[in-house]
């Protein structure tokens, strides 16, 4: 016991200095080490019951039975009795699980299977994160300084004015920034719940159902299968081949093996092969997981390629922003120690000269905030997070904020079949038994078929599909039979059911010995019972080549089992061909009896006899036709890759459209043969593949995206789909079908098993791309104004047209209402008819370069008109004629970025108003923008260095920005050059862009 403590600490220890991963292994160490000195301690089997423990009836505390399974007290588990005496404990019967009636007394004792979460952050702590910005903070002090000189020497309330008027606009930016993010962590809290939805099955009450993760209690008898991880700390009571993976927990990479001799299960760990029942020994904060979850807090989402992207372009025109802001200042102390050294003022020095070096002061650093595009990365958050909610409540569940973007650069989708393209509700279409093709479709023919073979071959049929399977049925409220299980095996049972075949008889009347559950790579599944007679019988299922090939015998058309010569199995094999040629997915049914000489705990492998070959029918979902069309006009080429025989999946395909002409449809074996030259050669034809293997799937996405640069998308549901999902640009798992690990290894979940879904998702992810392209072109044309006109002026005339307050105002709209305008403008079908942005495609394209030259040079040239001689062209005189010019150069700035940002919501179009009307958000942004500038100039002029305006000014300024439309017009028919060469992988010549495709 000592050496195995020491172990344990030893081991903690050297695992101390690695990442988050590593640091869970260290936690997992140290508290099997700690239970493992309590034991040592005290390894008395009879366990001190409280007084509330024992009136429940439950026989163990909470924690005693929580360090048995966590410490793997083996000694002490079987001098309770093993999985039985656990159970007796926990007052539960291992074959009917816990009483409905008794599970709120169980979480009254043993607690609820949540985990204690971080608190999220306040609406306040967003605001206080908002407030310690640099540039934000050396504002808010100058303000505080300029009100400390301005009382004194201009006396309450003028004094107050500027500085009031800079505290107020920067109160403003803290609000809305603050109210953005907070509206963000509220999605990505949503997000976060949904991410944590599982579903387990349990039998309670003697039926087998499914619950929530959250309502699972101590007691419970959970069903395991390949693919799910394990809900909570429990151990082993009955099952085959159940192999775990735990090396989220211990950090070994070999599986164990589950049995009766290592029967401790944790939670968070996997099931990687195999099926079994558990039963739960502790939940939530007591698991394994759960005391980790106290010690670790989970790292916040990275950053996305393109946020990291467009930091380093932040950070390039930031630089470019301080220079200019540094200059400006300078310019404006130099100007103004000149004057007073002409003037003969040099030696003098006032109060209200404090205040003009202040002022300038402030003017360089609002032309900081302005220049610093902190937009940029929230704009692609906003856009993310506003995609992500919407594509959550379409059925895509987006787990990596970064998908969302690569998605809309995919060039290339690997999908499954069944269940993706195909309903995945399967019905027994046909069958071949005793030599004869009978179609079913419905009671009535079923029962038709059992007049026309033998008794004898029906009722070694309906122990092949009874026997074999790793479904069940169960009755639900009603009394009517549900069956629980994978949409094939449910195929076979409701076969089973309709020719009145009694699931519970059967399984009574055999007892299973041993079983080797279903994987894609022996795509087999294999079972042992030994028969009421003495006897044992080996029933096996699956991928027809496989099974023919394991079957030297064959029930023919007298119900006798006869020689299976070459001659004859070429006519089953026509059979299985003519049934996959229909779109049929083929399923082959065996059995064999095994004698004493062969070992009664083996399963074999050959020598069986055929019984039947099942047709199961699985229809084409509605409207997948027409996706895969969207996506091949979208430049996306659609692959499947499926476990099927090639003649159904040829089928399928050509269904879908696929499968076109001059496509290739090829079988797992002879892919995995080829060689790499040959794989260049044929890879870019193949649009189907069929009987592969994970590994062959793992192998087309690498060299799709190694040889071919290819940003490919894959979607998966098993567990050996994992490398696959993990080794794509974005994997997307099966909400329905998928396995918990593969959902795990996935980006996005397709919560309806969709194909549509999935072009939804391309969709979005374009509108994500182009959305952030437009904002980007909105502000880095206000940037480039605000800073020219500023430094420019302050050259020249020795003062800044736009002052710090205003400058505050327009940074407002650039910056986070812009972003929320054109960052969540929702997608068009105008997406889909381009080609996708390849892996080094450069972000600012040319258009944009050229929309943003063109506004800036048309901004720059009438606002510089106005600066330098618009009061002699407006006829501007009297005392207040530089405040109305100064206040006229706002509006016309401000409304120049307004239309600017309707200019922007197209690129290459002409048209800039389509789907304007039906964005309410961008609607709502331009209304409030309009109005509220209308009450800075006219109510706020106070505090913006403002003066109300006369009708005809506000005409002027409306009109000097809606001209920048028409201006926008004639830029987007400037021709740019634009790559035409361009191939797709394919052979296909790239599909139009330009104007008529924006």
Not at 318 to 343: C, P, Q, Y
Not at 378 to 402: E, G, P
Not at 455 to 478: C, G, R, Y
Not at 513 to 529: A, C, G
């Amino acid at each position: 016991m000592v050496a195995l403590l020491c172990a344990s600490f030893s081991r903690a220890c050297s695992c101390f200095n690695d990442h988050k991963l590593r640091s869970i292994r260290v936690a997992v160490h140290v508290h099997r080490a700690k239970d493992l000195l309590k034991n040592a301690i005290s390894s008395a089997v009879e366990y001190e019951l409280s007084e509330k423990t024992r009136e429940s009836g439950f026989r163990i505390e909470p924690d005693d039975i929580a360090t048995l399974v966590s410490a793997h007290d083996l000694k002490n588990f079987k001098k309770i009795g093993g999985a039985e005496g656990i159970a007796r404990k926990l007052s539960v019967s291992v074959n009917d699980g816990v009483s409905q009636d008794s599970i709120h007394n169980r979480q009254q004792i043993y607690g609820l299977n949540h985990y204690t979460e971080r608190p999220s952050k306040s609406f306040l702590m967003f605001v206080w994160e908002a407030l310690h910005d640099l540039t934000l903070i050396i504002l808010i002090v100058c303000a505080l300084v300029s009100i400390a000189i301005g009382l004194p020497t201009e006396g309450w309330p003028k004094g107050v004015y500027d500085g009031l008027g800079i505290i107020l606009s920067v109160f403003l930016v803290v609000t809305v920034t603050a109210i953005s993010d907070y509206q963000q962590s509220l999605q990505f809290r949503d997000l976060d719940k949904e991410k944590k939805k599982l579903f387990v099955q349990v039998t309670r009450d003697g039926k087998r159902q499914k619950v929530s993760i959250y309502d699972l209690v101590v007691g419970d008898i959970v069903h395991l299968s390949t693919g799910d991880q394990v809900p909570a700390d429990g151990v082993f009571v009955t099952g085959y081949s159940l192999l775990i993976d735990e090396s989220s927990l211990s950090g070994e990479s070999e599986p164990v093996n589950i049995d009766e001799q290592k029967p401790f299960l944790l939670a968070g760990t996997k099931v990687q092969d195999g099926q079994g029942k558990m039963i739960v020994t502790t939940v939530g904060m007591r698991t394994e997981w759960g005391k980790l979850m106290e010690t670790l807090s989970e790292g916040g989402e990275e950053e996305t390629p393109l946020q990291v992207k467009l930091h380093g372009v932040a950070t390039i025109i930031g630089k470019i922003g301080l220079a200019f802001a540094v200059l400006t200042f300078i310019v404006l102390t130099i100007r103004f120690l000149v004057e007073k050294a002409v003037s003969g003022d040099f030696g003098s020095w006032s109060m209200n000269d404090a205040m003009k070096l202040l002022d300038y002061f402030a003017i360089a650093v609002t032309i900081i905030v302005v220049a610093i595009p902190e937009g940029l990365p929230l704009a692609v958050t906003l856009s993310l997070a506003f995609a992500m909610k919407k594509l959550m409540n379409d059925k895509a569940l987006v787990r990596h904020l970064s998908a969302c973007e690569t998605m809309g650069s995919a060039s290339c989708i690997c999908t499954d079949k069944t269940g993706t393209l195909t309903t995945n509700h399967m019905v027994v279409n046909k069958i071949w038994v005793c030599e004869k093709v009978a179609e079913i479709k419905g009671s009535e023919s079923a029962e038709k078929l059992k007049t026309e073979i033998p008794e004898e071959v029906m009722s070694i049929l309906l122990q092949a599909i009874f026997q074999n399977t790793s479904s069940e049925v169960v009755k639900d409220e009603t009394g009517n039979n549900t069956i629980l299980g994978t949409p094939t095996e449910s195929a076979l049972l409701e076969f089973g059911l309709l020719t009145g075949g009694d699931f519970d008889a059967q399984r009574s009347t055999y007892k299973i010995i041993k079983v080797e559950p279903f994987n894609s790579v022996r795509k087999k599944m294999s079972v042992l019972v030994s028969l009421p007679n003495g006897g044992v019988r080996a029933f096996c299922k699956g991928a027809s080549e496989i099974i023919l090939r394991m079957c030297d015998k064959i029930i023919d058309s007298n119900g006798n089992a006869a020689d299976l010569p070459e001659e004859q199995a070429n006519k089953v094999n026509d059979v299985i061909n003519d049934f996959a040629s229909e779109a049929l997915r083929t399923l082959c049914l065996a059995v064999k009896d095994i004698d004493a000489t062969e070992g009664e705990n083996s399963i074999p492998d050959h020598g069986y006899t055929l019984i039947a070959i099942v047709g199961i029918k699985d229809p084409v979902r509605p409207g997948v036709r027409e996706a895969v069309q969207t996506c091949l006009a979208a430049g996306i080429t659609v692959r499947m890759v499926t476990g099927d025989n090639i003649n159904t999946a040829r089928a399928i395909a050509k269904e879908c459209g696929i499968l076109i002409e001059g496509g290739v449809a090829v079988e797992g074996p002879e892919f995995r043969n080829l060689s790499p030259e040959q794989m260049r050669d044929i890879i870019p034809n193949i649009q189907v593949m069929a009987r592969s293997l994970p590994l062959d799937k793992h192998t087309l996405v690498s060299n799709l995206r190694n040889m071919f640069g290819e940003v490919v998308a894959v979607t998966g549901d098993g567990t050996n789909d994992a490398p696959a999902l993990h080794e794509a640009d974005i994997g997307l798992a099966m909400g329905i079908a998928g396995t918990e690990v593969a959902k795990e290894n996935a980006d996005v979940i397709i919560m309806d098993d969709n194909f549509t879904t999935i072009v939804n998702v391309a969709k979005w992810g374009r509108a994500i791309y182009i959305n952030i392209q437009k904002f980007v072109q909105f502000q880095l044309t206000v940037n480039i104004v605000a800073l020219v006109i500023n430094f420019v002026s302050a050259c020249i005339t020795g003062s800044a047209p736009l002052t710090a307050v205003q400058l505050l105002w327009v940074n407002l709209i650039m910056d986070t209402l812009g972003a929320l305008a054109l960052a969540t403008e929702p997608p068009n079908d105008g997406l889909m008819e381009r080609p996708p942005v390849g892996r080094k495609a450069s972000f600012i394209t040319k258009p944009m370069w050229r929309n943003i030259f063109g506004q800036s040079l048309y901004q720059l040239i009438v606002l510089a008109l106005l600066n330098f001689d618009g009061k002699r062209l407006l006829g501007l005189t009297g005392s207040d004629a530089t405040q109305v010019l100064n206040t006229l150069i706002f509006n016309s700035f401000v409304f120049c970025q307004v239309f600017n940002e309707i200019n922007s919501r197209e690129i290459e179009k002409i048209n800039i108003f389509r789907g304007m009307f039906d964005s309410k958000i961008f609607f709502a942004v331009i209304f409030s923008t309009v109005a509220f500038q209308a009450i800075i100039v006219e109510f706020l002029g106070t505090f913006a260095s403002t003066v109300p305006l006369n009708w005809q000014h506000w005409l002027l300024s409306v009109l000097i920005g809606a001209v920048s439309m028409p201006i926008s017009a004639i830029l987007k028919c400037i021709p740019v050059e634009r790559d035409t060469t361009t191939k797709h992988h394919d052979g296909y010549e790239a599909l139009p862009s330009g104007p008529e495709l924006a």
